[in-house]
């Protein structure tokens, strides 16, 4: 089969001519020729492409091996390996069911720019979305590259954050991130039940350390490893430096000038790559329908760690299933 991986602006590419409904659509020249792609351009678009379940994962397995999300609360109920991302017009019944107002604009669905499990020690390879109803109204999802945003720093700013680690911890709530998110971000409403779970959460999940510099290791490219949700301080440093470094580099990189936003149309898919790639949701109008699903592809950085080393002796505390 032949395809065309054709640039988008400002970053990544679409791949033309992959029709995964055919026999051997996913050769080993196609899948080297994915996987090339995959990591010159962070992420890639599959226009009109994943009409099934099956087609999702058989293309989610070209990236790396399918996992469980650790919020099995979301996972499909018949396909753990598939996480359902659904929002019902006018339903306020999901235990963490928030409607944001951003800019006199109310939305739920809304996600900040963020990494994927940057509150965890281990740190998941990718993540490939399909979207089967894309909102009538928004629900974009908007992409950076953390590498080019690496290149436009300063060389005095290169060299100042080498070497420096952010410690992570999970955010009970979004309006509570301090960094890379909107100052005028507030809670229009919430489910009462939210407030509990979101505490829940942060009691098991640890802080974590990761480093804010990594390097791409199949280019040698380096990586404003930075996740603006979740991130709390720069390990070891005063608490205002730490502050206003991480203010400075988080309004740096989640620059929208630089983001690439995808408006969905039925069975689309984008495959990211989540140690390069950051990301954020915009949301729909609360009566907007609008569903998708995810696959979680497995991996590990192995740069990561339990600010304190005693959490990470029994492995990550996860009560989502409870």
Request: net charge negative.
């Amino acid at each position: 089969m032949d395809i065309i991986i054709r640039p988008l602006s400002p970053f990544g590419a679409e791949v033309i001519g992959l029709d995964l409904d055919k026999p051997n659509a996913l050769d080993a020249t196609v899948r080297d020729a994915l996987l090339a792609a995959w990591v010159q351009h962070g992420i890639l678009l599959f226009r009109n492409t994943l009409h099934s379940e099956e087609a999702h994962l058989r293309l989610s397995r070209v990236f790396g091996d399918p996992q469980p999300s650790a919020v099995s609360r979301i996972n499909d109920a018949a396909n753990p390996y598939l996480m359902t991302l659904n929002q019902t017009p006018g339903d306020a019944s999901k235990e963490t069911f928030t409607l944001f107002e951003i800019d006199g604009q109310r939305r739920t669905g809304w996600l900040g720019w963020h990494w994927d499990q940057s509150f965890t020690a281990e740190i998941v390879r990718g993540a490939l979305l399909r979207m089967i109803t894309p909102a009538k109204v928004d629900g974009r999802t908007g992409f950076i590259d953390a590498a080019a945003a690496y290149d436009r720093l300063a060389p005095a700013m290169q060299r100042r954050i080498e070497g420096l680690e952010v410690v992570y911890h999970f955010t009970a709530a979004q309006e509570q991130n301090r960094f890379g998110f909107p100052r005028g971000l507030r809670v229009a409403q919430r489910n009462p039940k939210a407030e509990a779970a979101l505490a829940q959460y942060r009691r098991d999940f640890p802080p974590v350390v990761h480093p804010l510099v990594i390097t791409q290791h199949e280019t040698g490219r380096k990586v404003l490893k930075l996740s603006p949700m979740h991130a709390q301080a720069i390990l070891g440093m005063d608490e205002a430096e730490s502050d206003a470094l991480l203010h400075e580099l988080a309004d740096h990189l989640v620059d929208a000038r630089f983001a690439y936003f995808h408006t969905w149309q039925a069975d689309d898919g984008i495959v990211w790559d989540n140690w390069r790639i950051v990301h954020c949701a915009t949301g729909v109008p609360f009566d907007v329908e609008r569903l998708a699903q995810r696959t979680t592809i497995v991996g590990d950085y192995k740069l990561g760690r339990y600010l304190d080393p005693a959490d990470g002796h029994d492995g990550p505390r996860r009560r989502f299933d409870d």
